[in-house]
């Protein structure tokens, strides 16, 4: 399975969104991020399978937040303990 990594600027949005989508019915892993790609180093994620990013961008909208970028997992990731994302970013 392929995940994804969505940023956000502040704990709060994720708290929310992820709140939010459990209630949906998804479960989503939320984590600090990873500090290759966080320019501030204080972002938060959350983490989905690839198939879920679209449900989590539609309740991003549904609340007015705006990501700071979604990433693909990459195969390194797949094979270790460390975490490594591809720079698939939105626009701004």
Do not use: H
């Amino acid at each position: 399975m392929a995940w994804s990594l969505v940023v956000f600027a502040s704990l709060n949005q994720v708290a929310l969104l992820k709140r939010d989508l459990y209630r949906s019915g998804l479960n989503l892993e939320m984590l600090r991020t990873p500090q290759s790609l966080s320019a501030t180093g204080c972002s938060y994620a959350l983490r989905c399978p690839d198939e879920q990013v679209n449900l989590l961008l539609e309740c991003c909208a549904k609340f007015a937040i705006q990501p700071g970028g979604v990433f693909e997992e990459t195969e390194a990731e797949r094979s270790s303990q460390r975490r490594v994302f591809g720079g698939d970013e939105l626009e701004q």
